[in-house]
């Protein structure tokens, strides 16, 4: 038989004591001492060293807590999912997301996910800077960047592929370089991240090495919707993704440079708390993205078989 006073000993090995765990479980703390003494009785062991000031697990305690602890957790949890699931996803989702991407690549994605799911409200804050989930109260975070959060999960979702582009003007006006060295001779337009405000490298695939390039010129930004416009204005060459220049390359007013030296694709991550258990909110908002984003590489392999 079950002691029914397990999940309570549970509570109070993760919180340290009797009253955090009584305040998680929604009950007073003589109730969980009470709780933790009938089921010391019950099973003939000293669970906890108690004093005025501390308490400390026994050797019987944690025996016990190693080899039931995750069996409890993962019974809650599933009873949660299952009453979960039965309830109509719905509430406040706050999703931090880079400026650029999220409005080109996530933000078209959502008028049907808010007509299938009319009752979450998403709370989007579009920010090219990685912030700290927890303190800033978002339930998922999207980043191209190693999150430096160990506590999260990170699922990859996108392969954003990087390229070289330039305007009509700027090339006409000062030549095409035909190498990754030759970039040396051209106004580059650096992206530096409003996190670390370290400048980025560029990165290219040349004589089967991966080589790496300080971009040296007389702009900076920390946006890239900015390095576009001043692509558009033909101030110089910059890196970004093909999926944000898509657009103007079709229509002729960017043109792609250094083609063949590419680097591979950058992953983007979706990141939520890493436990099992997700609000039904959070689950079917992470489980849309996976379904209805295509990634550029995919995108750009199919517009090269139309084109044979």
């Excluded at 479980?25 to 969980?32: D, K, P």
Aim: charged fraction near 25%.
């Amino acid at each position: 038989m079950i002691p029914n006073q397990l999940h309570i000993f549970n509570a109070v090995v993760k919180n340290g004591n009797f009253s955090a765990a009584a305040r998680q479980l929604g009950t007073s703390s003589a109730a969980v001492s009470k709780a933790i003494a009938t089921l010391e009785k019950s099973m003939s062991l000293r669970l906890f060293h108690r004093t005025t000031r501390s308490l400390a697990l026994t050797e019987d305690g944690d025996d016990l807590y190693r080899r039931t602890g995750h069996l409890v957790e993962q019974l809650e949890d599933q009873i949660r999912l299952s009453s979960d699931r039965q309830q109509t996803p719905s509430g406040r989702l706050k999703v931090n997301l880079p400026d650029s991407f999220g409005r080109m690549m996530v933000l078209p994605l959502l008028p049907e996910f808010l007509e299938q799911y009319p009752e979450i409200e998403l709370d989007l804050n579009f920010d090219d800077r990685i912030g700290d989930l927890a303190k800033e109260g978002a339930d998922v975070g999207i980043g191209v960047l190693n999150n430096p959060e160990s506590s999260l999960i990170a699922r990859d979702f996108y392969q954003l592929q990087p390229v070289l582009v330039a305007s009509d003007a700027y090339l006409e006006r000062y030549g095409t370089p035909r190498s990754p060295q030759e970039l040396a001779q051209h106004n580059c337009i650096a992206y530096r991240s409003p996190t670390t405000g370290r400048k980025f490298d560029w990165s290219f695939h040349q004589q089967d090495q991966l080589i790496q390039i300080e971009p040296q010129g007389n702009l900076v930004v920390n946006s890239i919707s900015a390095a576009m416009k001043a692509v558009d204005l033909g101030i110089g060459i910059a890196r970004i993704g093909i999926g944000h220049a898509r657009n103007c390359l079709q229509q002729g007013c960017f043109k792609r440079v250094l083609e063949e030296f590419e680097a591979d694709p950058l992953k983007v991550r979706v990141y939520y708390a890493s436990r099992s258990y997700l609000p039904a909110k959070t689950r079917v908002f992470i489980d849309y993205l996976m379904q209805h984003t295509q990634d550029e590489r995919s995108v750009e392999l199919e517009e090269m078989i139309h084109t044979l």
